[in-house]
T-cell receptor, first 114, second 114 residues
Framework: NAGVTQTPKFRVLKTGQSMTLLCAQD?????MYWYRQDPGMGLRLIHY???????AKGEVPDGYNVSRLKKQNFLLGLESAAPSQTSVYFC?????????????FGPGTRLTVT | KNQVEQSPQSLIILEGKNCTLQ??????????LRWYKQDTGRGPVSLTI?????NTKSNGRYTATLDADTKQSSLHITASQLSDSASYIC?????????????FGTGTQLKVEL
């Protein structure tokens, strides 16, 4: 099993450009998440999905859109990139519910917006 | 506002020595607490998960403790190795939201030296 994979690993964008980050998981998890990690701050939730065809806003959703057309994939889109979106983006997935269900993280995508 | 605070911010120890990392939280209502290890350039990997009724959980040389009354947790690393060099993140989950309400600490950066 590859677990959670993310594409691309690195990307440099100019202000105003658009791009899509792809997350794929092969663990048959219902829930998937997109986070951003910035220096000196904890991971912050951008959007999440509790199943195919459903998405919800997290803590910092502005400037991002997501889609979950297939259970194994979760896409994060930036329509018009801004320097404030320079960050490391992590995707995660988990089994539904509370308790001892951990989130499995991908390796991250480092995005720089100039 | 839910918060997770970790100390120290960074720590340097010699290989073979023990160390203890601290986590204080104000997340309510409390569901569970997790410790993650994040190697440089990688995604976080779960070390332990503890619910309200658990006050100790071990994973090899890693032992986590939880005091739900004082809202404190610690991660003790025994006989440190160079490979323990990483950021250790405390994550607290609140009840509700299907396990999606996570609050992340900013991490303790540990460096193990020869």
């Amino acid at each position: 099993n590859a677990g959670v994979t993310q594409t691309p690993k690195f990307r440099v964008l100019k202000t105003g450009q658009s791009m899509t980050l792809l997350c794929a998981q092969d663990m048959n998890h219902e829930y998937m998440y997109w986070y951003r990690q910035d220096p000196g701050m904890g991971l912050r939730l951008i959007h999440y999905s509790v199943g195919e065809g459903t998405t919800a806003k997290g803590e910092v959703p502005d400037g991002y859109n997501v889609s979950r057309l297939k259970k194994q994939n979760f896409l994060l889109g930036l329509e018009s990139a801004a320097p404030s979106q320079t960050s490391v983006y992590f995707c995660a997935s988990k089994t539904p519910g509370q308790g001892h269900y951990e989130q499995y993280f991908g390796p991250g995508t480092r995005l720089t917006v100039t | 506002k839910n918060q997770v605070e970790q100390s120290p911010q960074s720590l340097i120890i010699l290989e073979g020595k023990n160390c203890t990392l601290q986590c204080n939280y104000t997340v309510s209502p409390f569901s569970n607490l997790r410790w993650y290890k994040q190697d440089t350039g990688r995604g976080p990997v779960s070390l332990t998960i503890m619910t309200f009724s658990e006050n100790t959980k071990s994973n090899g040389r890693y032992t986590a403790t939880l005091d739900a009354d004082t809202k404190q947790s610690s991660l003790h690393i025994t006989a440190s190795q160079l490979s323990d060099s990483a950021s250790y993140i405390c994550v607290v989950s609140a009840i509700g939201g299907g396990g999606n309400k996570l609050t992340f600490g900013t991490g303790t950066q540990l460096k193990v030296e020869l």
